[in-house]
Protein backbone atom coordinates (compact mmCIF):
# COMPACT_ATOMS: atom_id res chain seq x y z
CA UNK A 1 0.00 0.00 0.00
CA UNK A 2 2.05 1.60 0.19
CA UNK A 3 0.32 2.29 -0.02
CA UNK A 4 2.22 2.23 1.06
CA UNK A 5 1.46 -1.03 -0.34
CA UNK A 6 4.26 -2.58 -1.97
CA UNK A 7 6.53 -2.62 -4.00
CA UNK A 8 6.40 -4.18 -6.87
CA UNK A 9 9.95 -3.97 -7.33
CA UNK A 10 10.79 -4.87 -3.75
CA UNK A 11 8.22 -7.75 -3.65
CA UNK A 12 10.41 -8.92 -7.39
CA UNK A 13 13.86 -8.69 -5.64
CA UNK A 14 12.60 -10.76 -2.47
CA UNK A 15 11.51 -13.41 -4.74
CA UNK A 16 14.22 -13.57 -6.94
CA UNK A 17 16.11 -13.84 -3.72
CA UNK A 18 14.11 -17.06 -2.53
CA UNK A 19 12.66 -18.65 -5.79
CA UNK A 20 14.44 -21.41 -7.48
CA UNK A 21 14.24 -19.50 -10.30
CA UNK A 22 18.05 -17.85 -10.09
CA UNK A 23 19.07 -21.07 -10.23
CA UNK A 24 19.11 -20.71 -14.49
CA UNK A 25 19.75 -24.33 -15.09
CA UNK A 26 16.78 -25.71 -12.63
CA UNK A 27 14.19 -22.60 -14.20
CA UNK A 28 13.79 -24.63 -17.47
CA UNK A 29 12.65 -27.72 -15.22
CA UNK A 30 10.21 -25.31 -13.51
CA UNK A 31 6.22 -25.70 -14.13
CA UNK A 32 5.68 -22.37 -14.02
CA UNK A 33 7.41 -19.19 -15.45
CA UNK A 34 8.61 -16.02 -13.14
CA UNK A 35 5.12 -14.03 -13.94
CA UNK A 36 3.48 -16.30 -12.04
CA UNK A 37 5.57 -15.51 -9.07
CA UNK A 38 3.11 -12.92 -7.33
CA UNK A 39 1.01 -14.46 -5.51
CA UNK A 40 1.86 -12.36 -2.33
CA UNK A 41 0.14 -9.42 -3.92
CA UNK A 42 -3.54 -9.27 -3.49
CA UNK A 43 -4.46 -9.96 -7.07
CA UNK A 44 -5.85 -7.14 -8.81
CA UNK A 45 -2.41 -5.81 -8.22
CA UNK A 46 -0.49 -8.79 -9.41
CA UNK A 47 -2.74 -9.21 -12.71
CA UNK A 48 -2.18 -5.18 -13.90
CA UNK A 49 1.65 -6.34 -13.73
CA UNK A 50 1.90 -9.30 -15.34
CA UNK A 51 -0.29 -7.44 -17.85
CA UNK A 52 1.61 -4.20 -17.62
CA UNK A 53 5.11 -5.02 -18.01
CA UNK A 54 5.82 -5.99 -21.54
CA UNK A 55 8.18 -8.06 -20.64
CA UNK A 56 8.15 -9.07 -17.10
CA UNK A 57 11.86 -10.43 -16.99
CA UNK A 58 12.96 -7.49 -17.98
CA UNK A 59 13.04 -6.83 -14.74
CA UNK A 60 13.61 -9.73 -12.93
CA UNK A 61 17.12 -9.82 -11.52
CA UNK A 62 19.69 -12.16 -11.29
CA UNK A 63 20.41 -12.54 -7.34
CA UNK A 64 24.69 -12.74 -7.05
CA UNK A 65 25.20 -12.89 -3.66
CA UNK A 66 24.64 -10.93 -0.35
CA UNK A 67 28.01 -9.28 1.08
CA UNK A 68 28.44 -8.16 4.78
CA UNK A 69 31.75 -6.56 6.63
CA UNK A 70 31.81 -10.04 8.38
CA UNK A 71 31.91 -12.26 5.72
CA UNK A 72 34.99 -11.12 3.27
CA UNK A 73 34.11 -10.49 -0.40
CA UNK A 74 31.91 -11.67 -3.10
CA UNK A 75 33.20 -12.89 -6.48
CA UNK A 76 31.27 -13.67 -9.47
CA UNK A 77 30.92 -13.35 -13.11
CA UNK A 78 28.62 -10.88 -14.99
CA UNK A 79 27.44 -10.31 -18.29
CA UNK A 80 29.43 -7.90 -19.61
CA UNK A 81 32.38 -7.95 -17.15
CA UNK A 82 33.53 -11.55 -16.24
CA UNK A 83 35.50 -10.80 -12.88
CA UNK A 84 33.82 -8.89 -10.10
CA UNK A 85 34.24 -8.62 -6.41
CA UNK A 86 32.11 -7.05 -3.90
CA UNK A 87 32.46 -6.01 -0.26
CA UNK A 88 31.19 -3.92 1.98
CA UNK A 89 32.00 -1.71 4.64
CA UNK A 90 30.52 0.19 7.71
CA UNK A 91 31.15 3.76 8.52
CA UNK A 92 29.51 6.47 10.32
CA UNK A 93 30.46 9.51 8.25
CA UNK A 94 27.07 11.15 9.10
CA UNK A 95 27.05 10.72 12.85
CA UNK A 96 23.76 9.04 13.17
CA UNK A 97 22.84 6.85 15.13
CA UNK A 98 23.38 3.51 13.30
CA UNK A 99 25.49 4.35 10.81
CA UNK A 100 25.89 3.76 7.55
CA UNK A 101 27.81 1.77 4.53
CA UNK A 102 30.11 1.86 1.43
CA UNK A 103 29.82 -0.81 -0.94
CA UNK A 104 33.04 -1.66 -2.94
CA UNK A 105 32.84 -3.01 -6.08
CA UNK A 106 35.33 -3.73 -8.41
CA UNK A 107 34.86 -4.86 -12.00
CA UNK A 108 37.27 -5.93 -14.36
CA UNK A 109 37.60 -8.28 -17.83
CA UNK A 110 34.88 -6.63 -19.85
CA UNK A 111 34.45 -8.82 -22.98
CA UNK A 112 33.79 -5.96 -25.42
CA UNK A 113 34.42 -1.91 -24.77
CA UNK A 114 30.82 -0.57 -25.24
CA UNK A 115 29.21 -3.24 -22.77
CA UNK A 116 27.81 -2.36 -19.47
CA UNK A 117 26.33 -4.06 -16.59
CA UNK A 118 23.57 -3.01 -14.27
CA UNK A 119 23.24 -4.03 -10.30
CA UNK A 120 20.53 -3.89 -8.10
CA UNK A 121 21.60 -3.49 -4.44
CA UNK A 122 18.90 -3.85 -1.48
CA UNK A 123 18.60 -4.47 1.70
CA UNK A 124 14.78 -5.14 3.05
CA UNK A 125 14.51 -1.27 3.26
CA UNK A 126 16.43 0.12 0.25
CA UNK A 127 16.51 -1.09 -3.47
CA UNK A 128 18.93 1.38 -5.40
CA UNK A 129 21.13 0.79 -8.48
CA UNK A 130 23.80 1.51 -10.75
CA UNK A 131 25.81 0.67 -13.40
CA UNK A 132 29.00 0.19 -14.80
CA UNK A 133 31.28 1.06 -17.66
CA UNK A 134 34.62 1.13 -16.75
CA UNK A 135 36.80 -2.03 -15.68
CA UNK A 136 37.78 -0.36 -12.32
CA UNK A 137 36.57 -0.27 -8.58
CA UNK A 138 33.18 1.73 -7.60
CA UNK A 139 31.61 2.36 -4.49
CA UNK A 140 28.22 2.75 -3.94
CA UNK A 141 27.19 4.56 -0.62
CA UNK A 142 24.78 3.77 1.97
CA UNK A 143 24.90 7.12 3.87
CA UNK A 144 22.37 5.98 6.60
CA UNK A 145 21.04 3.01 7.41
CA UNK A 146 16.85 3.71 8.26
CA UNK A 147 17.01 2.10 11.61
CA UNK A 148 18.22 -0.85 13.88
CA UNK A 149 16.13 -3.44 12.17
CA UNK A 150 18.12 -2.73 8.70
CA UNK A 151 21.39 -2.27 10.24
CA UNK A 152 21.40 -5.69 12.25
CA UNK A 153 19.63 -7.35 9.03
CA UNK A 154 22.44 -6.12 6.83
CA UNK A 155 25.29 -7.37 9.73
CA UNK A 156 23.88 -10.83 9.50
CA UNK A 157 22.74 -11.32 5.93
CA UNK A 158 24.70 -8.38 4.54
CA UNK A 159 23.20 -6.43 1.44
CA UNK A 160 21.94 -8.40 -1.79
CA UNK A 161 23.37 -7.49 -5.27
CA UNK A 162 21.57 -8.25 -8.23
CA UNK A 163 22.36 -8.51 -11.85
CA UNK A 164 19.57 -7.37 -14.34
CA UNK A 165 19.71 -9.97 -16.64
CA UNK A 166 17.83 -9.07 -19.47
CA UNK A 167 19.34 -7.26 -22.88
CA UNK A 168 20.45 -3.98 -22.02
CA UNK A 169 18.43 -1.86 -24.01
CA UNK A 170 15.32 -3.26 -22.49
CA UNK A 171 16.19 -3.23 -18.95
CA UNK A 172 17.51 0.10 -19.13
CA UNK A 173 14.36 1.64 -20.56
CA UNK A 174 12.28 -0.26 -18.11
CA UNK A 175 15.00 0.93 -15.23
CA UNK A 176 15.03 4.45 -17.25
CA UNK A 177 11.09 5.18 -16.18
CA UNK A 178 10.97 3.62 -12.66
CA UNK A 179 14.16 3.91 -11.09
CA UNK A 180 14.44 7.99 -10.66
CA UNK A 181 11.25 7.72 -8.34
CA UNK A 182 13.20 6.12 -5.72
CA UNK A 183 16.36 7.86 -6.14
CA UNK A 184 17.44 10.80 -3.22
CA UNK A 185 17.85 13.52 -5.56
CA UNK A 186 15.70 16.44 -5.18
CA UNK A 187 14.07 15.73 -8.59
CA UNK A 188 12.02 12.77 -7.69
CA UNK A 189 8.99 14.76 -7.08
CA UNK A 190 9.27 16.08 -10.45
CA UNK A 191 9.77 12.36 -11.79
CA UNK A 192 7.00 10.96 -9.35
CA UNK A 193 4.64 13.42 -11.27
CA UNK A 194 5.66 13.04 -14.38
CA UNK A 195 5.18 9.22 -14.55
CA UNK A 196 1.68 9.64 -12.74
CA UNK A 197 0.78 12.29 -15.32
CA UNK A 198 2.16 9.81 -18.60
CA UNK A 199 1.40 6.44 -17.34
CA UNK A 200 -2.09 7.71 -15.60
CA UNK A 201 -3.39 10.95 -17.75
CA UNK A 202 -3.50 12.47 -13.93
CA UNK A 203 -3.35 16.18 -14.18
CA UNK A 204 -1.74 17.90 -11.19
CA UNK A 205 -3.64 21.05 -10.96
CA UNK A 206 -2.08 23.60 -8.43
CA UNK A 207 -4.12 24.52 -5.50
CA UNK A 208 -4.75 28.43 -4.93
CA UNK A 209 -2.78 28.64 -1.33
CA UNK A 210 -3.15 28.16 1.64
CA UNK A 211 -2.22 24.24 1.46
CA UNK A 212 -3.24 23.92 4.38
CA UNK A 213 -6.97 23.68 5.45
CA UNK A 214 -8.12 25.25 8.95
CA UNK A 215 -9.88 22.11 10.09
CA UNK A 216 -12.00 22.15 12.57
CA UNK A 217 -12.64 18.56 14.36
CA UNK A 218 -15.47 19.05 15.77
CA UNK A 219 -16.66 18.29 12.04
CA UNK A 220 -14.85 15.16 11.51
CA UNK A 221 -16.79 11.47 12.58
CA UNK A 222 -16.21 8.18 13.00
CA UNK A 223 -15.51 6.28 9.68
CA UNK A 224 -14.28 9.29 7.62
CA UNK A 225 -11.93 8.02 5.31
CA UNK A 226 -8.82 9.57 4.96
CA UNK A 227 -7.14 9.10 1.34
CA UNK A 228 -3.23 10.30 0.66
CA UNK A 229 -0.80 10.75 -1.62
CA UNK A 230 2.93 10.81 -1.37
CA UNK A 231 4.71 12.10 -4.02
CA UNK A 232 8.36 12.64 -2.83
CA UNK A 233 10.55 10.39 -1.50
CA UNK A 234 11.11 6.48 -1.20
CA UNK A 235 7.38 6.00 -0.09
CA UNK A 236 7.05 8.81 -2.87
CA UNK A 237 8.33 5.85 -5.07
CA UNK A 238 7.03 3.16 -3.81
CA UNK A 239 3.63 4.59 -4.47
CA UNK A 240 3.49 5.92 -7.34
CA UNK A 241 4.37 2.17 -8.75
CA UNK A 242 1.06 1.33 -6.78
CA UNK A 243 -0.75 3.72 -8.23
CA UNK A 244 0.09 3.42 -11.61
CA UNK A 245 -0.76 -0.45 -11.22
CA UNK A 246 -4.21 -0.27 -9.66
CA UNK A 247 -5.26 2.68 -11.09
CA UNK A 248 -5.63 4.46 -7.72
CA UNK A 249 -4.89 8.28 -7.29
CA UNK A 250 -3.89 7.68 -3.73
CA UNK A 251 -1.41 5.35 -2.16
CA UNK A 252 -2.12 5.43 1.22
CA UNK A 253 -5.50 5.41 3.24
CA UNK A 254 -6.33 5.71 6.89
CA UNK A 255 -9.56 6.11 9.18
CA UNK A 256 -11.00 8.42 11.69
CA UNK A 257 -12.45 7.01 14.54
CA UNK A 258 -13.71 8.05 17.96
CA UNK A 259 -13.52 6.11 21.30
CA UNK A 260 -15.95 6.74 24.32
CA UNK A 261 -15.19 9.99 25.31
CA UNK A 262 -15.44 11.37 22.21
CA UNK A 263 -11.99 12.01 21.19
CA UNK A 264 -10.73 12.04 17.75
CA UNK A 265 -8.30 9.26 16.58
CA UNK A 266 -6.61 7.87 13.35
CA UNK A 267 -6.34 4.15 12.54
CA UNK A 268 -3.59 4.05 10.21
CA UNK A 269 -1.77 0.57 8.89
CA UNK A 270 1.45 1.48 7.83
CA UNK A 271 2.68 3.62 10.45
CA UNK A 272 6.66 3.24 10.62
CA UNK A 273 7.25 1.83 14.89
CA UNK A 274 10.06 2.94 16.94
CA UNK A 275 11.67 -0.39 15.72
CA UNK A 276 11.64 0.55 11.83
CA UNK A 277 8.52 -1.77 11.10
CA UNK A 278 5.40 -0.63 9.97
CA UNK A 279 2.50 -1.68 11.87
CA UNK A 280 -1.10 -0.65 12.22
CA UNK A 281 -1.48 2.16 14.94
CA UNK A 282 -4.17 3.98 16.13
CA UNK A 283 -2.82 7.82 16.43
CA UNK A 284 -4.50 10.62 18.51
CA UNK A 285 -5.74 12.82 15.42
CA UNK A 286 -3.16 15.99 16.65
CA UNK A 287 0.04 13.87 16.60
CA UNK A 288 -0.78 12.48 13.33
CA UNK A 289 -1.85 15.72 12.07
CA UNK A 290 1.15 17.71 13.46
CA UNK A 291 3.13 14.47 11.78
CA UNK A 292 1.35 14.90 8.29
CA UNK A 293 1.91 18.89 8.44
CA UNK A 294 5.60 19.08 9.83
CA UNK A 295 7.67 15.75 9.51
CA UNK A 296 6.32 13.97 6.59
CA UNK A 297 9.41 14.02 4.05
CA UNK A 298 7.10 12.54 1.63
CA UNK A 299 4.77 16.06 0.60
CA UNK A 300 1.67 14.34 1.80
CA UNK A 301 -1.33 15.31 -0.09
CA UNK A 302 -4.50 14.55 1.89
CA UNK A 303 -8.31 14.14 1.64
CA UNK A 304 -10.65 14.00 3.77
CA UNK A 305 -13.77 11.48 2.56
CA UNK A 306 -16.76 11.80 4.98
CA UNK A 307 -19.17 9.51 5.11
CA UNK A 308 -23.03 9.80 4.06
CA UNK A 309 -25.08 10.78 7.22
CA UNK A 310 -27.13 7.43 6.19
CA UNK A 311 -23.59 5.75 6.58
CA UNK A 312 -22.63 7.65 9.67
CA UNK A 313 -26.19 6.38 11.21
CA UNK A 314 -25.43 2.78 10.67
CA UNK A 315 -21.49 3.32 11.55
CA UNK A 316 -21.13 1.09 14.95
CA UNK A 317 -18.69 3.06 16.89
CA UNK A 318 -18.03 0.67 19.45
CA UNK A 319 -17.18 -2.20 17.32
CA UNK A 320 -15.17 -0.42 15.03
CA UNK A 321 -12.80 0.91 18.09
CA UNK A 322 -13.15 -2.35 19.28
CA UNK A 323 -11.49 -3.85 16.27
CA UNK A 324 -9.10 -1.02 15.88
CA UNK A 325 -7.84 -1.68 18.95
CA UNK A 326 -7.22 -5.09 18.74
CA UNK A 327 -5.18 -4.79 15.64
CA UNK A 328 -2.96 -1.88 17.17
CA UNK A 329 0.33 -2.96 16.54
CA UNK A 330 0.06 -5.87 14.51
CA UNK A 331 2.03 -5.59 11.41
CA UNK A 332 1.47 -4.62 7.93
CA UNK A 333 1.88 -7.13 5.98
CA UNK A 334 2.41 -5.93 2.16
CA UNK A 335 5.66 -3.88 3.75
CA UNK A 336 6.94 -6.71 5.66
CA UNK A 337 9.83 -7.37 2.67
CA UNK A 338 12.12 -8.96 5.08
CA UNK A 339 12.94 -11.78 2.60
CA UNK A 340 12.56 -14.20 5.50
CA UNK A 341 9.27 -13.23 5.91
CA UNK A 342 8.31 -12.98 2.34
CA UNK A 343 9.04 -16.59 1.28
CA UNK A 344 7.14 -17.80 4.53
CA UNK A 345 4.23 -15.34 3.23
CA UNK A 346 4.58 -17.30 -0.32
CA UNK A 347 4.54 -20.59 1.23
CA UNK A 348 1.40 -19.82 3.45
CA UNK A 349 -0.60 -17.65 0.68
CA UNK A 350 -0.01 -21.05 -1.36
CA UNK A 351 -0.79 -23.22 1.26
CA UNK A 352 -3.97 -21.75 1.96
CA UNK A 353 -5.13 -21.57 -1.80
CA UNK A 354 -3.79 -24.98 -1.36
CA UNK A 355 -6.29 -26.30 1.71
CA UNK A 356 -2.85 -27.58 2.80
CA UNK A 357 -0.85 -27.11 5.67
CA UNK A 358 2.87 -26.44 6.35
CA UNK A 359 4.40 -27.76 2.95
CA UNK A 360 7.39 -25.99 1.31
CA UNK A 361 7.88 -24.62 -1.94
CA UNK A 362 8.71 -28.01 -3.67
CA UNK A 363 6.21 -29.78 -1.98
CA UNK A 364 4.01 -27.18 -2.73
CA UNK A 365 5.25 -27.63 -6.86
CA UNK A 366 4.44 -31.18 -6.56
CA UNK A 367 0.89 -30.59 -4.99
CA UNK A 368 0.22 -27.91 -7.62
CA UNK A 369 1.13 -30.39 -10.23
CA UNK A 370 -0.70 -33.57 -8.90
CA UNK A 371 -4.22 -31.52 -8.46
CA UNK A 372 -3.54 -30.24 -12.56
CA UNK A 373 -3.15 -26.73 -11.57
CA UNK A 374 -1.36 -23.75 -12.87
CA UNK A 375 0.20 -20.99 -10.54
CA UNK A 376 -2.08 -18.75 -12.65
CA UNK A 377 -4.97 -20.83 -11.75
CA UNK A 378 -3.97 -20.54 -8.04
CA UNK A 379 -3.85 -16.55 -8.35
CA UNK A 380 -7.42 -16.22 -9.06
CA UNK A 381 -8.53 -18.15 -5.58
CA UNK A 382 -9.13 -14.99 -3.83
CA UNK A 383 -7.66 -14.56 -0.82
CA UNK A 384 -10.32 -14.97 2.27
CA UNK A 385 -10.49 -12.38 5.15
CA UNK A 386 -10.45 -14.83 7.49
CA UNK A 387 -6.86 -16.77 6.75
CA UNK A 388 -4.88 -16.00 9.18
CA UNK A 389 -1.01 -16.19 8.94
CA UNK A 390 1.67 -17.50 11.22
CA UNK A 391 2.26 -13.79 12.51
CA UNK A 392 -1.34 -12.66 13.57
CA UNK A 393 -4.06 -11.24 11.56
CA UNK A 394 -2.64 -8.63 9.55
CA UNK A 395 -3.78 -5.92 6.91
CA UNK A 396 -2.57 -4.02 4.63
CA UNK A 397 -3.58 -0.48 4.53
CA UNK A 398 -7.09 -0.38 2.88
CA UNK A 399 -7.57 -3.74 4.31
CA UNK A 400 -7.14 -2.31 7.25
CA UNK A 401 -9.81 0.42 6.70
CA UNK A 402 -12.30 -1.69 5.13
CA UNK A 403 -12.12 -4.37 7.60
CA UNK A 404 -13.25 -1.36 10.58
CA UNK A 405 -16.00 -0.79 8.07
CA UNK A 406 -16.91 -4.12 7.94
CA UNK A 407 -16.90 -4.56 11.60
CA UNK A 408 -18.62 -1.27 12.26
CA UNK A 409 -21.41 -3.23 10.05
CA UNK A 410 -20.97 -0.60 6.40
CA UNK A 411 -21.26 -3.54 4.79
CA UNK A 412 -24.35 -5.07 6.34
CA UNK A 413 -26.41 -7.46 5.19
CA UNK A 414 -23.66 -8.93 2.64
CA UNK A 415 -20.65 -8.40 5.24
CA UNK A 416 -19.43 -12.19 4.91
CA UNK A 417 -19.02 -11.90 1.02
CA UNK A 418 -17.41 -9.24 1.08
CA UNK A 419 -13.38 -9.86 1.26
CA UNK A 420 -11.79 -6.45 1.40
CA UNK A 421 -8.11 -8.08 0.43
CA UNK A 422 -9.99 -8.15 -3.21
CA UNK A 423 -10.30 -4.69 -2.64
CA UNK A 424 -7.70 -1.52 -3.89
CA UNK A 425 -7.65 2.06 -2.50
CA UNK A 426 -9.78 2.84 -5.82
CA UNK A 427 -12.01 0.49 -5.04
CA UNK A 428 -12.02 1.89 -1.68
CA UNK A 429 -12.82 5.51 -2.57
CA UNK A 430 -15.05 4.34 -5.32
CA UNK A 431 -17.72 2.65 -2.96
CA UNK A 432 -21.24 5.32 -2.53
CA UNK A 433 -20.46 5.31 1.49
CA UNK A 434 -19.75 9.14 0.94
CA UNK A 435 -21.21 12.30 1.34
CA UNK A 436 -23.08 13.49 -2.62
CA UNK A 437 -24.99 17.00 -1.13
CA UNK A 438 -21.45 19.38 -0.90
CA UNK A 439 -24.16 21.63 1.15
CA UNK A 440 -23.88 19.51 4.17
CA UNK A 441 -20.20 18.90 3.90
CA UNK A 442 -18.54 21.02 6.52
CA UNK A 443 -18.07 24.40 6.24
CA UNK A 444 -14.17 24.85 5.52
CA UNK A 445 -13.74 22.35 3.34
CA UNK A 446 -11.92 23.53 -0.18
CA UNK A 447 -12.40 26.84 2.08
CA UNK A 448 -10.22 28.88 -0.55
CA UNK A 449 -10.16 26.73 -3.40
CA UNK A 450 -11.89 28.05 -6.91
CA UNK A 451 -12.64 24.47 -7.78
CA UNK A 452 -15.19 22.48 -6.27
CA UNK A 453 -14.57 18.94 -5.52
CA UNK A 454 -16.98 16.37 -3.69
CA UNK A 455 -14.29 16.20 -0.96
CA UNK A 456 -12.42 17.91 1.37
CA UNK A 457 -8.95 18.32 0.36
CA UNK A 458 -7.39 19.24 3.82
CA UNK A 459 -3.29 19.61 2.40
CA UNK A 460 -1.54 19.69 -0.29
CA UNK A 461 -0.31 21.54 -3.65
CA UNK A 462 -2.01 19.96 -5.88
CA UNK A 463 -5.38 19.26 -6.21
CA UNK A 464 -6.53 15.14 -5.25
CA UNK A 465 -8.21 13.49 -8.01
CA UNK A 466 -10.09 10.59 -7.26
CA UNK A 467 -12.13 9.63 -10.46
CA UNK A 468 -15.02 7.47 -9.56
CA UNK A 469 -15.27 8.32 -5.97
CA UNK A 470 -18.51 7.23 -4.49
CA UNK A 471 -20.39 5.59 -7.18
CA UNK A 472 -19.88 2.00 -5.99
CA UNK A 473 -22.44 0.12 -4.19
CA UNK A 474 -21.10 -2.76 -2.71
CA UNK A 475 -22.24 -6.38 -4.42
CA UNK A 476 -21.58 -9.83 -2.80
CA UNK A 477 -18.40 -11.77 -3.82
CA UNK A 478 -17.24 -7.98 -5.52
CA UNK A 479 -13.86 -7.85 -7.27
CA UNK A 480 -13.24 -11.10 -6.99
CA UNK A 481 -12.80 -11.22 -10.54
CA UNK A 482 -11.58 -8.19 -11.70
CA UNK A 483 -8.80 -7.96 -13.90
CA UNK A 484 -8.55 -4.08 -14.42
CA UNK A 485 -5.22 -3.49 -16.20
CA UNK A 486 -3.48 -0.29 -16.80
CA UNK A 487 -3.34 2.47 -18.76
CA UNK A 488 -7.51 2.49 -18.66
CA UNK A 489 -8.36 0.29 -16.02
CA UNK A 490 -11.43 -0.63 -17.52
CA UNK A 491 -13.60 -2.54 -15.02
CA UNK A 492 -16.31 -5.29 -16.02
CA UNK A 493 -19.45 -3.87 -13.87
CA UNK A 494 -19.94 -7.13 -11.59
CA UNK A 495 -16.71 -8.51 -11.97
C1 LIG B 1 27.94 7.37 15.16
O1 LIG B 1 28.40 8.53 15.78
C2 LIG B 1 27.47 9.12 16.68
C3 LIG B 1 28.05 10.43 17.18
O2 LIG B 1 29.40 10.31 17.45
C4 LIG B 1 27.17 8.15 17.81
O3 LIG B 1 26.23 8.69 18.69
C5 LIG B 1 26.62 6.87 17.20
O4 LIG B 1 26.39 5.90 18.20
C6 LIG B 1 27.57 6.32 16.16
N1 LIG B 1 26.94 5.19 15.51
C7 LIG B 1 27.53 4.03 15.29
C8 LIG B 1 26.76 2.97 14.60
O5 LIG B 1 28.67 3.84 15.63
C1 LIG C 1 28.64 -15.68 4.47
O1 LIG C 1 29.25 -16.82 3.99
C2 LIG C 1 28.52 -18.01 4.21
C3 LIG C 1 29.37 -19.16 3.75
O2 LIG C 1 29.97 -18.91 2.52
C4 LIG C 1 27.20 -17.95 3.46
O3 LIG C 1 26.44 -19.09 3.70
C5 LIG C 1 26.43 -16.73 3.93
O4 LIG C 1 25.25 -16.59 3.18
C6 LIG C 1 27.30 -15.51 3.75
N1 LIG C 1 26.60 -14.36 4.30
C7 LIG C 1 26.57 -13.26 3.64
C8 LIG C 1 25.94 -12.13 4.32
O5 LIG C 1 27.03 -13.16 2.52
C1 LIG D 1 -8.89 28.63 12.23
O1 LIG D 1 -10.26 28.68 12.54
C2 LIG D 1 -10.55 29.13 13.85
C3 LIG D 1 -12.05 29.10 14.07
O2 LIG D 1 -12.66 28.14 13.31
C4 LIG D 1 -10.01 30.54 14.04
O3 LIG D 1 -10.24 30.96 15.38
C5 LIG D 1 -8.54 30.57 13.75
O4 LIG D 1 -8.05 31.89 13.80
C6 LIG D 1 -8.25 29.98 12.35
N1 LIG D 1 -6.81 29.90 12.15
C7 LIG D 1 -6.23 30.34 11.03
C8 LIG D 1 -4.76 30.19 10.97
O5 LIG D 1 -6.86 30.85 10.13
C1 LIG E 1 -27.34 11.06 -2.35
O1 LIG E 1 -27.51 9.74 -1.96
C2 LIG E 1 -28.81 9.44 -1.51
C3 LIG E 1 -28.80 8.06 -0.91
O2 LIG E 1 -27.90 7.23 -1.59
C4 LIG E 1 -29.79 9.60 -2.66
O3 LIG E 1 -31.09 9.29 -2.23
C5 LIG E 1 -29.71 11.04 -3.14
O4 LIG E 1 -30.52 11.22 -4.26
C6 LIG E 1 -28.29 11.42 -3.50
N1 LIG E 1 -28.23 12.84 -3.71
C7 LIG E 1 -27.55 13.39 -4.71
C8 LIG E 1 -27.54 14.88 -4.76
O5 LIG E 1 -26.96 12.72 -5.53
C1 LIG F 1 -28.58 18.89 0.46
O1 LIG F 1 -28.52 19.27 1.83
C2 LIG F 1 -29.22 20.47 2.10
C3 LIG F 1 -28.91 20.84 3.52
O2 LIG F 1 -29.09 19.73 4.38
C4 LIG F 1 -30.70 20.27 1.83
O3 LIG F 1 -31.42 21.45 2.07
C5 LIG F 1 -30.87 19.84 0.37
O4 LIG F 1 -32.21 19.52 0.12
C6 LIG F 1 -29.99 18.63 0.05
N1 LIG F 1 -30.04 18.38 -1.38
C7 LIG F 1 -30.34 17.20 -1.89
C8 LIG F 1 -30.32 17.10 -3.38
O5 LIG F 1 -30.58 16.23 -1.20
Known sequence: MASRQPFVLRLLFV???????????R??????????????????????????LRRPLDLLPAFVGATSPSNGSLAWKGACFYDNIAWLEFHNN?????????????????????????????TPY????????LSREHTFEFKEWEGKAELEYVKSRGVS?????????????????????????????KSNIGFLKKHMGASFEQCPQPWVTNISIDDIHSGDFLAISKIRGRWGGFETLEKWVSGAYAGHTAVCLKDFAGKLWVGESGHDNEQGEDVIA??????????ELNKDDSNPHIALLPLHPDMRAKFNEAASWEYAQRMNGKPYVWNQMQPAYAANMWNEALNKRLG????????????IEMRGLSFAELLTIPEQDNWVYSDGKSASCVAFVLETYKAAGLFDPISSSIQVTELTIKDAYSLRFFENNSSRLPKWCNDGDNVELPFCQILGRYRMELPGYNTMDPYPHMNERCPSLP??????SNC
Request: contains cysteine; negative net charge.
Open 282 to 291: VLPWDKWWEF
Open 356 to 367: TEGLDLPDLLVE
Open 487 to 492: PKYSRP
Open 27 to 52: AAKLPFYPEDVLPLLPRQLSWPILNA
Open 161 to 189: IFLMQAGMLGTLQALWDVFPLFSNTGWEE
Open 94 to 122: TGSEFGGGTLHIKVSKAHSWTCMDIYVFA
Open 15 to 25: LALFSPLNTRS
Open 126 to 133: CVTWDYYF
